[in-house]
């Protein structure tokens, strides 16, 4: 099994950083993609950035300019860097990872349990 644990969510006022992220443990044999998506209440889910095993990356045109997306995969670990916050980006942060397992060799989708980001003044 995997765990996905996420950290570096709050609150923070317009124009505002934050840094969240997100570390997998568990059986992992290795990680392809890492990345992030965001939902708030009464609204689909939307990626907001993705990031794969060799660094490629790709970013919400709505964030692009704004945040960041990058990996350690020696820590399994996927962080996104929010600058310039705004209202709108206020939402639930969910960290998302394909996972090939030591034990199954299978790729399997885990999701985080979510972090709150709030931007208001």
């Known amino acids: 099994q995997v765990q996905l644990v996420e950290s570096g969510g709050g609150l923070v006022q317009p124009g505002g950083s934050l840094r969240l992220s997100c570390a997998a443990s568990?059986?992992?044999?290795?990680?392809?993609?890492m990345g992030w998506y965001r939902q708030v209440p009464g609204k689909q889910r939307e990626l907001v950035a993705i990031i794969t095993e060799g660094g490629i990356t790709n970013i919400a045109e709505s964030v692009k300019g704004r945040f960041t997306i990058s990996r350690d995969n020696a820590k399994n670990t996927v962080y996104l860097e929010m600058n310039s916050l705004k209202p709108e980006d206020t939402a639930v942060y969910y960290c998302?990872?394909?996972?090939?397992?030591?034990?199954?060799?299978?790729?399997?989708?885990?999701w985080g349990q979510g972090t709150q980001v709030t931007i208001s003044s």
């Open positions: 568990g059986s992992i044999f290795s990680i392809n993609a």
């Open positions: 998302n990872a394909w996972v090939v397992g030591v034990t199954t060799q299978h790729i399997v989708n885990y």
